[in-house]
């Protein structure tokens, strides 16, 4: 008899437990065997915050696959609270602890997998273990916050990346004041901070006191109550504290073994999970991943690379074991797409931000929009605040990120599934989509984003850098109405109203380039087009005076 063939995978979650079940449906004579050194192999991490908020109402929803549905359907055998603490590569064994029995255990294998995930950063500060202060990253993390929500008034949440920002919602919704603490200078620091503004103008009109630029430096504990110190600040009394500030690898397993890791502790694989070792492949948070744009390594914590990861590690597996088995599948690498919700607004972004372009030497360019997410005359039309990054040379999509209440994801997602296909912004300006009053418009957002980035490489429509406005030598005309003007405009500028634009744009010098602004762009763009033809040097501010205020909420412009 031909022995069967034994695969161990630790840790469960996105990863791990779609690599097992994916093995199970391509090997049935495999013996496969799931480790984890927590209770849930299978869980929605991603659902923890509103777990938390009472948004899911029970602790049983968050369990997308209990263990024993993994032994009844998939013949898969389960160990729960069992750590793995050493890979013997040489004898292909890993040796552990049975957190529930006590003692040790040891087991052989024919394949690994490593689906470890990643570890919550835990700064070094003085008082980081007091009672009252907690993580997020399990059921039983979700379990704590939660009782401790119940009873507090005021918490803190240190971080504002993903997880803490839909925790401020959830946590407001338990009735409770927040104050977020940054020591970055913006919220989100995958946006760009322009972008961010929008995000830090929801946090403060719901009530939630932000503090950028600042450095938690310890904790204390009086009279019951937790005090965060801050550098130069007085500290803050809370009944509770989260920490969010981010998650880092836990290749510790793979450490140990000398497998080779990357520049940030995650473990460096080929397009097929395969680590150094030819016995051993890793997926999920725990890895570095290739970034399709900026062509380097990062950790990428979402769960759908790591569900995607899990499969082809499982196709690969099996491939070592049947050569001519012809499961030739690669991991493409990732872009970062990814949304939050806080409050009203929806945040998604997509590829590389402009911060990481200018830092990575990538020529590119620029567009702001403000398009409804659908036509304006049907009730109830929401702006979405669309940055389009692009290459400057041939159009290639290089990153997108909007902000907006309704029908922000779905054209994220449109530029993202054009990014991995290799798709430019002419892609964008003939996409056909989905349109009827209630949900688009003929020209769709998308559609409105490649043709102004189109018009730019056509050069039918030159660019003004938004970030020379107030260094540049220049004639700065603004083409709204003169009632829209009064009540707000940028220094020096001249107000000709678009209408009356061909009747007054003799007053405009031609030996000077003329930039134009409007409320959002459109006006501006036809006025554009106008003095073009009649021999100006002109270019338009794209996004008009709703892209101004955010330049100006993150200090990069003057008001």
Not at 269 to 294: C, F, M, R
Not at 537 to 546: A, E, P, R, Y
Request: charged share 20%; proline share 4%.
């Amino acid at each position: 008899m031909v022995k069967k063939k034994r695969i161990l995978i630790i840790g469960g979650v996105a990863g791990g437990a779609s690599c097992a079940a994916r093995l199970r449906r391509l090997c049935e004579s495999c013996e496969i065997t799931l480790l984890d050194k927590g209770e849930y192999v299978s869980f929605a991490n991603c659902g923890l915050p509103y777990y938390v908020g009472n948004v899911i109402t029970e602790r049983k929803d968050l369990i997308v696959a209990p263990p024993e549905r993994f032994e009844q359907r998939f013949n898969i055998r389960v160990k729960t609270r069992h750590e793995v603490t050493e890979i013997d590569r040489q004898h292909k064994i890993i040796r552990g602890n049975n957190l529930t029995q006590g003692g040790r255990f040891e087991l052989s294998y024919d394949a690994l997998v490593l689906a470890t995930g990643a570890n919550p950063v835990k700064l070094p500060l003085e008082g980081i273990d007091l009672p009252g202060i907690y993580s997020l990253r399990t059921i039983p993390d979700s379990q704590r916050l939660k009782q401790a929500a119940e009873q507090a008034q005021h918490a803190v949440i240190i971080g504002g990346g993903f997880i803490g920002l839909e925790m401020v919602e959830n946590l407001s919704r338990q009735g409770l004041h927040i104050t977020v603490i940054e020591r970055g200078d913006q919220v989100m620091s995958p946006l760009d901070p322009e972008m961010a503004s929008y995000v830090k103008n929801c946090l403060s009109n719901n009530a939630v006191t932000l503090k950028l630029n600042t450095q938690v430096t310890a904790f204390s504990k009086v009279l019951g109550k937790l005090q965060v110190h801050c550098e130069n600040q007085t500290p803050i009394e809370t009944d509770m504290v989260l920490l969010s500030i981010g998650v880092k690898p836990a290749s510790e397993l793979a450490r140990q073994a000398g497998l080779v890791l990357g520049d940030s502790g995650g473990i460096r694989v080929t397009a097929q999970q395969k680590t150094s070792d030819p016995a051993i492949w890793a997926v999920g948070d725990v890895v570095e991943n290739e970034d399709t744009v900026l062509h380097n390594y990062h950790p990428l914590p979402l769960a759908g690379p790591a569900n995607r990861q899990g499969r082809i590690a499982a196709a690969s597996i099996l491939e070592s074991f049947q050569p001519l088995a012809q499961r030739k599948q690669s991991f493409r690498g990732v872009q970062g797409t990814a949304v939050c919700k806080v409050f009203e607004q929806t945040i998604a972004l997509t590829g590389a931000n402009e911060k990481n372009l200018r830092r990575n030497g990538i020529p590119y360019q620029a567009i702001y929009l403000h398009p409804g997410h659908h036509v304006g005359y049907f009730p109830g039309a929401k702006p979405i605040h669309l940055k389009l990054l692009y290459s400057s040379s041939d159009g290639t999509i290089l990153g997108a990120q909007a902000i907006g209440e309704a029908g922000v994801s779905r054209r994220v997602d449109v530029i993202a599934m054009t990014m991995q296909m290799g798709g430019t912004v002419f892609d964008l300006e003939e996409a056909e989509l989905c349109y009827a009053p209630q949900f688009g418009a003929a020209k769709d957002p998308i559609n409105l984003a490649g043709m102004i980035a189109a018009n730019h490489l056509r050069h039918d429509l030159q660019l003004a850098d938004w970030r020379e406005l107030n260094r540049g030598n220049y004639q700065l005309l603004d083409v709204r109405s003169e009632a829209e003007y009064q009540t707000e405009h940028i220094k020096h500028a001249i107000n000709i109203p678009l209408e009356q634009l061909r009747e007054k744009y003799s007053v405009l010098a031609k030996d000077k380039p003329v930039w134009v602004i409007c409320g959002v762009g459109q006006r501006a763009y036809y006025a554009v087009r106008l003095l073009i033809q009649q021999g100006f040097d002109v270019k338009i501010l794209s996004g008009g005076m709703q892209t101004w205020r955010t330049f100006c909420d993150v200090g990069i412009l003057e008001s």
